[in-house]
């Protein structure tokens, strides 16, 4: 089977769910289309958003089988400079708070992608281990013992048994290890309205309320959650074993900041699906007024782009070409909407006086410092979240 469909929730079991967004039947938005590929039928799945009535933990409850979602892969943490930075940072953090204490530390990381944060982590002679897939954890492992640190980074928003992971963790860590992860943060999903962070890959959308319980089960506590800016909005969230660690005032505070928003109300989730469906309107009605006297392009491919883009039905009638420095990206079109990228190196001459729709738009700051050059001889930006804006050079 292609894919399933859950019927209990993956942190409480509840079977009783509300529909927070369907957007609609679409392509996994990784799976980037190669020229020859393009008049293939595409396989399509439902993306729809669910919160347990009982926990109020957001999640997919169609699940894309992991074969069909990964077997061609094209993101790099290496070719994402804000996330290079963000690792160098990430490495001095746990070494300060965790591992400098430590005799002989040993780090494992589950997800660890092209290995740029255990990179940064080998730096303090750290004895580290990457698993990436996590195939025959158990037996890679048992020869090295049990870590003193595990990490995951946007890694438990990918797993559908949640159970089984967490048991895993618990047979890998000592016992006054730490185990470390980042999740974007659902709080900024819902305040932000970033819909197009919802895509198949990531079937959970994580907020401390509903962690915390889930947790407590295992007797695990959260004692430490620092916010980070990366991904739209990521929580950091450090868990051991309970009574190892003194709770600090973090977890209180952003447990509140939740209440206060109402990600435990199903009301809140209401409100935020027809503020969805308005900005969608909002966003074609403005690509629409700028077409009839401009060429529109997109500004990077991320997955959260591919959700936008067919979500919002905008394809290659609308956006000439799209940029993006992923040379594994370059070349192909974009799944769904059939938008080739292009290296920005090779944007036509003219694209100065166009219009960038961009896609990449948790990185405005970072690209709009890069395109100086774009904004002064008159190129715009449009930045589609969490409202349409106009960014040119006067502002």
């Known amino acids: 089977m292609m894919y399933k469909y859950r019927k209990k929730c993956r942190l409480c079991s509840n079977k009783r769910f509300e529909l927070v967004l369907d957007l609609g039947k679409q392509p996994p938005s990784n799976s980037f289309l190669a020229k020859n590929k393009l008049r293939n039928k595409e396989k399509e799945f439902p993306l729809r958003l669910y919160i347990c009535k009982k926990c109020y933990h957001l999640q997919l409850l169609d699940v894309v089988d992991k074969k069909h979602l990964f077997s061609n892969y094209h993101y790099l943490t290496s070719a994402n400079k804000p996330i290079i930075e963000h690792f160098e940072k990430y490495a001095n953090d746990v070494y300060a708070k965790i591992l400098k204490k430590k005799e002989k530390p040993f780090v494992i990381e589950i997800g660890s992608n092209d290995g740029t944060l255990l990179k940064k982590i080998l730096k303090y002679k750290v004895n580290v281990l990457g698993i990436e897939p996590a195939k025959n954890l158990a037996k890679n492992i048992s020869k090295k013992g049990k870590a003193d640190l595990i990490i995951a980074n946007n ?7 949640l159970h089984e992971f967490l048991v895993g963790i618990l047979e ?28 198949h890959e990531h079937i959970s959308y994580f907020s401390i309320i509903p962690l915390l319980r889930w947790l407590k089960k295992y007797n695990l506590e959260i004692y430490d959650v620092e916010k980070k800016n990366v991904h ?28 206060r928003y109402g990600m435990d109300k199903i009301g809140t989730y209401k409100i935020f699906r027809k503020k969805v469906v308005s900005l969608r309107k909002d966003l074609l009605k403005k690509i629409k007024k700028l077409k009839k006297n401009n060429k529109l392009f997109g500004y990077g491919a991320p997955a959260k782009g591919n959700v936008l883009l067919n979500y919002c039905k905008i394809d290659n009638n609308i956006l000439d070409f799209i940029t993006d420095t992923t040379v594994l990206k370059q070349g192909k079109f974009t799944p769904g909407t059939k938008i080739k990228i292009i290296n920005p190196k090779n ?27 774009f904004l002064r001889k008159g190129g715009r930006f449009l930045i589609p979240i969490p409202k349409p804006k106009i960014i040119k050079r006067s502002n």
Request: glycine share 6%; net charge positive.
């Open 232 to 259: 739209g909005g990521t929580i950091r969230v450090y868990v051991s074993k309970k009574g190892n660690f003194k709770i600090r005032k973090s977890v209180e505070r952003i447990k509140i900041n939740e209440k």
């Open 172 to 199: 890998l860590l000592k016992d006054d290890g730490v185990f470390v992860f980042e999740v974007p943060h659902a709080l900024n999903l819902i305040q932000k309205l970033e819909f197009d962070t919802i895509y």
């Open 155 to 161: 890694v438990l928003g990918h797993i559908d048994n």
């Open 347 to 373: 944007r036509p001459k003219e694209y100065t006086k166009m219009v960038g729709l961009l896609l990449a738009w948790n990185y405005k700051d970072a690209i709009i410092q890069n395109e100086k050059e």
